[in-house]
T-cell receptor
């Protein structure tokens, strides 16, 4: 079955330092993976997607993620955190079969300190 | 291009009542999915609609139902509300059915008292 595990429920960084949000996935076949961000009282915004093309995926706002099949990981990174990056981040895998069902991780809250 | 529109944004209902939430997808998108977000359970899939047909249903009781109209707008209905139904309900639209990126609305915050 498809699943994702976000390894940290809370990450705190200082502004200007790198961000690393970790995600491991489980899938019986080559997965489609996404990272979404949710700011307080807002809906979900797509940051980036992996759909079996390039393993290094670039997204919006300077975020990128690398798909590593050998490690079943899809970690999200950003070289330099900005105060506006403070939000909750979700790693997502598409459900089994030809479906639009998205399976969400439990989320990682990113705190950015000045 | 307008995004996904969900109405109403906030609702307060009493236990036992029923509620209908509405979602208008991005123009041209034909697939609509619904998710429930709670602090305890996180984001859980409710159902997926494409061309007025339900393609997928999550593990929720029959009190949760939905439909999609010919213009791709979708509604979800929850009958006999329980306190545990209090949640943020998110609608997502996609261009086509299947494993593709989804664009989310801001959600409807339902509080059951």
């Amino acid at each position: 079955a498809q699943s994702v595990t976000q390894l940290d429920s809370h990450v705190s960084v200082s502004e200007g330092t790198p961000v690393l949000l970790r995600c491991n996935y489980s899938s019986s076949y080559s997965p489609s993976l996404f990272w979404y961000v949710q700011h307080p009282n807002k809906g979900l915004q797509l940051l980036l997607k992996y759909t079996s093309a390039a393993t290094l995926v670039k997204g919006i706002n300077g975020f990128e993620a690398e798909f590593k099949k050998s490690e079943t990981s899809f970690h999200l990174t950003k070289p330099s955190a900005h105060m506006s990056d403070a939000a909750e981040y979700f790693c997502v895998v598409v459900g089994p079969g030809n479906t639009g069902k998205l399976i969400f991780g439990q989320g990682t809250t990113l705190q950015v300190k000045p | 291009k307008a995004g996904v529109t969900q109405t109403p944004r906030y609702l307060i209902k009493t236990r036992g009542q029923q509620v209908t939430l509405s979602c208008s997808p991005i123009s041209g998108h034909r697939s609509v999915s619904w998710y429930q977000q709670t602090p305890g359970q996180g984001l859980q899939f409710l159902f997926e609609y494409f061309s007025e047909t339900q393609r997928n249903k999550g593990n929720f009781p029959g009190r949760f139902s939905g439909r999609q109209f010919s213009n791709s707008r979708s509604e979800m209905n929850v009958s006999t509300l329980e306190l545990g139904d209090s949640a943020l309900y998110l609608c997502a639209s996609s261009l086509e059915a299947g494993p593709t990126e989804a664009f989310f609305g801001q959600g409807t915050r339902l509080t059951v008292v």
